[in-house]
């Protein structure tokens, strides 16, 4: 069975702090990879996704993930955090076409202005 | 293009009652998962229908909880008789296949007094 592992389950930083969240899940075979974003009172929503092609995937709001295959790692990144990006962030992860997501624990990021 | 709509928003009852939450997915979308959000146990899936039916129902915590997905538009949550451990948000999810990103409602804030 596929399992996700955020082991960052709170996260603070100072603006303009550079951001790493780590993301590890548990399966040998192709993935489908994905960080999700929940600001507070809101519900969750897509902020990047991996299938296939380039490791590096940008998505919304200068965040990045770098996929590595041998480290079974999808960790999100971004240089310089602003207030507003206090949030919860979920990794995701999907083993095989046509399984279903599986999410992560969660890591709660409060940057402080 | 609208998204996920949930309601209601917000419901505060007394144990005991039967709450009943509501979920209109993104039209053209195969698969619907409810989730249940707490701080102690984070983002838990309840249950997954696909095509209408339900395909995996492992996630409910018991019988006193129920759903349904009477047609391609429109799912409901059932919980009978509440108890004030049920006490969340229900967050409920439409992707156009399993393995698809999934995009979420506002969700249910569920208060049971």
């Known amino acids: 069975a596929q399992s996700v592992s955020q082991h960052n389950h709170h996260v603070i930083l100072s603006e303009a702090a550079s951001l790493e969240l780590g993301c590890n899940y548990s399966y040998g075979g192709t993935v489908n990879l994905f960080w999700y974003v929940q600001y507070p009172g809101q519900h969750l929503q897509l902020l990047l996704k991996y299938f296939s092609g380039d490791p590096l995937v940008k998505g919304i709001k200068g965040f990045e993930a770098e996929f590595i295959k041998s480290k079974f790692s999808f960790n999100l990144r971004k240089p310089s955090v602003q207030w507003s990006d206090t949030a919860e962030y979920f990794c995701?992860?999907?083993?095989?076409?046509?399984?279903?997501?599986?999410f992560g624990g969660g890591t709660r990021l409060m940057v402080k202005p | 293009d609208a998204g996920v709509i949930q309601s209601p928003r917000h419901e505060v009852t007394e144990m005991g009652q039967e709450v009943t939450l509501r979920c209109k997915p993104i039209?053209?979308?195969?698969?619907l998962f409810w989730y249940r959000q707490t701080m102690m146990r984070g983002l838990e899936l309840l249950i997954y229908f696909n095509n209408n039916v339900p395909i995996d129902d492992s996630g409910m915590p018991e019988d006193r909880f129920s759903a349904k997905m009477p047609n391609a538009s429109f799912s409901t949550l059932k919980i009978q008789p509440s108890e004030p451990r049920d006490s969340a948000v229900y967050f409920c999810?439409?992707?156009?296949?399993?393995?698809?990103?999934?995009?979420f409602g506002d969700g249910t804030r569920l208060s049971i007094l």
């Open positions: 039209s053209g979308h195969n698969s």
């Open positions: 995701a992860v999907n083993a095989n076409a046509g399984n279903m997501l599986t």
């Open positions: 999810a439409s992707s156009l296949a399993r393995d698809q990103p999934q995009h």
